[in-house]
């Protein structure tokens, strides 16, 4: 079936001026042809329009790129994905001895470390990652070694891209183009913001208010900190590139093999389970997530930066891939709409809804109650009048930068036992879900022990 291209180029228009997002660029790959376009501007201070060869940040896409990468580590038989990381990094310590001897690239992979992102500042230099890995030494766990899944934004793929600076003797920015870019023939991708042509960079934009609209973000880009999982940058074309990898067992569009066929289906297939299954999906793999369409698997890869996001979400079943890349937001129901509408403009099941929440459960509320906490993130789910509720407690400099007070509550309305609802708090958010899980005996009985929401987690500190 073929795209109405001016159809979509309308509906699109519609949602970006609803949800006050500058531009979207979108690309739809279906078996082995490109469709590509455009709508809106680069940045709404001069209204250039943007194209399909704008380059926009992709943010933790960038954590696929690293996965395909270090796979062919894997494929070359110099790494293992099960031995421990001080094979190749023999100084590698964590506060956990036990954690640091034992901790594999693929717990990095699939967000299973539970190291802590304690990493100090490691600078804007070459050696950033040498310095991110000598900075963990005693960084302690946020949870045990293998016991949950709980996102590491920076780290976990920071250790991987030392690994990978250490095997191939190149820093990773280097590997990576050595590794991917050329071999694939994109000119446009790369992971230092200085390779980018001004002219062609989209300017990311926030919404701080309903009356402001979008305005130019006041963080241009990512630390470097972030490269391995966060700081590459593309267009749509050269996205697209990369899940035409993902969806031949490892061919480029221009013919290169990139990985095995059994290097992607070890990135497709090794899973671990995410606590909370609705908001992205059900389990992660390597530097991939699992979702559970209409009973269809679908893989996704997100990114997002202040003021820039990605979306790619890889159906194998009707050899499809969609990317939106966009720069403002985030909204994850504008991107379930754009998503839907090429879905069915394309004969195929729209994006699932998330799920109703259940009013017949009858929930012990002493059961969740309490303070979930890590650096930058506390949580408190409380009842007041009867209504189960959590807090979100920001700290005074987050809160000023997004114009929110410092505490905000929010309903759960509970889904099963374990996951909730938690509708936004304002027009310009969300509905979120939220796990509460990992029952465990303590002094006032079993509480849970794990709060997890937005793929990251919290343990329970009270």
């Given at each position: 079936?073929?795209?109405?291209?001016?159809?979509?180029r309308?509906?699109?228009?519609?949602?970006?001026?609803?949800?006050?997002?500058?531009?979207?660029?979108?690309?739809?790959?279906?078996?082995?042809?490109?469709?590509?376009?455009?709508?809106?501007?680069?940045?709404?201070?001069?209204?250039?329009?943007?194209?399909?060869?704008?380059?926009y940040?992709?943010?933790?896409?960038?954590?696929?790129?690293?996965?395909?990468?270090?796979?062919?580590?894997?494929?070359?038989?110099?790494?293992?994905?099960?031995?421990?990381?001080?094979?190749?990094?023999?100084?590698?310590?964590?506060?956990?001895?036990?954690?640091?001897?034992?901790?594999?690239?693929?717990?990095?992979?699939?967000?299973?470390?539970?190291?802590e992102?304690a990493y100090?500042?490691?600078?804007?230099?070459?050696d950033?990652?040498?310095?991110m890995?000598?900075?963990?030494?005693?960084?302690?766990?946020?949870?045990?070694?293998?016991?949950?899944?709980?996102?590491?934004?920076?780290?976990?793929?920071?250790?991987?891209?030392?690994?990978?600076?250490?095997?191939?003797?190149?820093?990773?920015?280097?590997?990576?183009?050595?590794r991917?870019?050329?071999?694939?023939?994109?000119?446009?991708?790369?992971?230092?913001?200085?390779?980018?042509?001004?002219?062609?960079?989209?300017?990311?934009?926030?919404?701080?208010?309903?009356?402001?609209?979008?305005?130019?973000?006041?963080v241009?880009?990512?630390?470097?900190?972030?490269?391995?999982?966060?700081?590459?940058?593309?267009?749509?074309?050269?996205?697209?590139?990369?899940?035409?990898v993902?969806?031949?067992?490892?061919?480029?569009?221009?013919?290169?093999?990139?990985?095995?066929?059994?290097?992607?289906?070890?990135?497709?297939?090794?899973?671990?389970?995410?606590?909370?299954?609705?908001?992205?999906?059900?389990?992660?793999?390597?530097?991939?997530?699992?979702?559970d369409?209409?009973?269809?698997?679908?893989?996704?890869?997100?990114?997002s930066?202040?003021?820039?996001?990605?979306?790619?979400r890889?159906?194998?079943?009707?050899?499809?891939?969609?990317?939106?890349l966009?720069?403002?937001?985030?909204r994850?129901?504008?991107?379930?709409?754009?998503?839907?509408?090429?879905?069915?403009?394309?004969?195929?099941?729209?994006?699932?809804?998330?799920?109703?929440?259940?009013?017949?459960?009858?929930?012990d509320?002493?059961?969740?109650?309490?303070?979930?906490?890590?650096?930058?993130?506390?949580?408190?789910?409380?009842?007041?009048?009867?209504?189960?509720?959590?807090?979100?407690?920001?700290?005074?400099?987050?809160?000023?930068?997004?114009?929110?007070?410092?505490?905000?509550?929010?309903?759960?309305?509970?889904?099963?036992?374990?996951h909730?609802l938690?509708p936004?708090?304002?027009?310009?958010?969300?509905?979120?879900?939220?796990?509460l899980?990992?029952?465990?005996?303590?002094?006032?009985?079993?509480?849970?022990r794990?709060?997890?929401?937005?793929?990251?987690v919290h343990?329970?500190?009270?």
């Amino acid at each position: 079936m073929t795209l109405d291209l001016p159809q979509l180029r309308a509906r699109v228009a519609d949602l970006l001026a609803q949800y006050a997002v500058p531009s979207a660029a979108i690309g739809v790959l279906r078996d082995g042809e490109m469709t590509q376009f455009a709508v809106g501007v680069k940045d709404v201070t001069n209204g250039e329009p943007a194209t399909i060869d704008t380059v926009y940040q992709c943010g933790s896409m960038t954590k696929t790129w690293t996965a395909l990468a270090f796979l062919q580590l894997v494929d070359e038989g110099r790494v293992d994905l099960d031995e421990p990381v001080r094979i190749h990094l023999p100084g590698f310590a964590v506060a956990d001895p036990e954690v640091a001897a034992r901790v594999t690239p693929r717990q990095l992979l699939n967000h299973t470390n539970g190291i802590e992102e304690a990493y100090g500042d490691p600078g804007e230099d070459d050696d950033v990652y040498e310095r991110m890995v000598d900075g963990v030494a005693d960084a302690p766990q946020v949870f045990p070694l293998g016991r949950t899944h709980g996102y590491s934004a920076a780290l976990g793929y920071a250790i991987l891209a030392r690994i990978l600076e250490v095997c191939d003797g190149k820093r990773w920015d280097d590997v990576m183009r050595h590794r991917l870019f050329d071999p694939m023939g994109l000119t446009s991708t790369s992971s230092r913001r200085e390779q980018v042509d001004p002219a062609r960079a989209a300017t990311g934009h926030l919404v701080l208010s309903e009356d402001s609209g979008a305005v130019v973000t006041p963080v241009d880009y990512l630390p470097r900190a972030f490269g391995p999982g966060g700081n590459i940058t593309s267009t749509v074309v050269e996205v697209l590139a990369m899940a035409h990898v993902l969806l031949t067992g490892g061919v480029a569009p221009n013919g290169t093999r990139i990985l095995s066929a059994a290097g992607v289906r070890e990135m497709t297939t090794s899973r671990v389970p995410v606590p909370d299954p609705y908001m992205f999906g059900p389990e992660w793999a390597l530097g991939l997530i699992v979702c559970d369409w209409h009973g269809q698997t679908v893989y996704a890869t997100d990114g997002s930066t202040i003021g820039q996001n990605a979306r790619l979400r890889l159906l194998p079943d009707a050899n499809t891939a969609i990317v939106v890349l966009t720069n403002g937001g985030p909204r994850e129901t504008l991107y379930r709409k754009v998503f839907t509408e090429i879905l069915t403009n394309l004969g195929l099941d729209g994006v699932p809804d998330l799920p109703e929440p259940n009013p017949a459960l009858d929930l012990d509320l002493s059961r969740y109650e309490g303070v979930y906490e890590r650096p930058g993130a506390r949580f408190e789910v409380s009842a007041e009048h009867g209504r189960r509720g959590l807090t979100m407690v920001l700290d005074p400099m987050h809160a000023e930068f997004l114009g929110k007070p410092d505490r905000i509550r929010y309903d759960l309305l509970p889904i099963s036992e374990t996951h909730f609802l938690m509708p936004p708090s304002d027009p310009l958010e969300d509905t979120q879900t939220v796990a509460l899980y990992d029952f465990t005996d303590g002094p006032t009985g079993r509480s849970a022990r794990y709060l997890h929401t937005n793929c990251r987690v919290h343990p329970r500190v009270d």
